[in-house]
């Protein structure tokens, strides 16, 4: 239904992860600081960028332990491992931080099915599908703080075997490394470590559908939540 599915502790210094690239390209880590209970004062410390060039390659990984809730349900138990996207980024002016933005084509997220999601304990019943369609991923990471602030837009496709598919849920939030509120639904979020792990949080308000079963059954308008488990790398291109 319009859908196009894709196969797809005060502060302390740390560093993103790099990859070997190609000879076109030279890595840099780029330093952050995140908040370390006690021990002392924040101590703001961060590696000095180029003046001439301050592009980068952003890779974005999803990982196991996420969940995704909707309206007054349960979270479902979501494995996200195995999702992947890539994008550029480059310095804001003036600012610690960095613009990035995702390339959608490149951008999978893994389907919300019996191998992957789990509700009340129990798999999704095999035959229940949850496509997950990503049509924006942009947005601004901190590098001084590792605090990370993207904007996630995407239609939830849900399909019942072949007798039954839904018209797509519209899910428009900013996925953070903070708190992300709503009037039902909270989460905290967990900046940037050493390693590139975080987990982003975002509250987002679904609208009705064209679908009287699933605006009924989902109790729509309504709020969701979703907390995913993430990798976010960054490379200095030369």
Not at 225 to 237: E, Q, R
């Amino acid at each position: 239904m319009g859908c196009k599915f894709i196969s797809l502790e005060p502060p302390i210094l740390y560093q993103i992860p790099v990859r070997t690239t190609p000879p076109c390209f030279r890595t840099k880590a780029i330093a952050f600081s995140s908040y370390a209970p006690n021990k002392g004062e924040p101590v703001s410390t961060k590696l000095p960028l180029s003046k001439t060039n301050d592009v980068y390659s952003v890779s974005f990984k999803t990982l196991g332990a996420c969940k995704l809730g909707i309206s007054r349900y349960p979270d479902f138990e979501y494995n996200a491992q195995g999702g992947t996207g890539t994008g550029t980024g480059s310095k804001v002016a003036d600012s610690d931080e960095l613009s990035v933005s995702f390339d959608v084509k490149t951008l999978y997220i893994p389907p919300l099915t019996s191998s992957t999601t789990k509700f009340l304990g129990l798999p999704l019943p095999p035959f229940l599908k949850i496509h997950i369609v990503p049509q924006l991923f942009q947005g601004n990471i901190d590098q001084e703080s590792g605090k990370v602030d993207l904007e996630f837009l995407a239609k939830f496709c849900f399909s019942v075997g072949s007798i039954y598919e839904a018209p797509p849920l519209v899910v428009k939030t900013v996925l953070t490394s903070d708190e992300s509120k709503g009037k039902m639904r909270s989460g905290r979020g967990e900046r940037l470590d050493e390693e590139g792990n975080c987990k982003l949080v975002g509250v987002a308000f679904v609208e009705p559908i064209d679908d009287v079963f699933m605006n009924t059954f989902l109790s729509l308008p309504t709020e969701c939540l979703a907390k995913l488990n993430a990798v976010i790398t960054l490379s200095k291109s030369c």
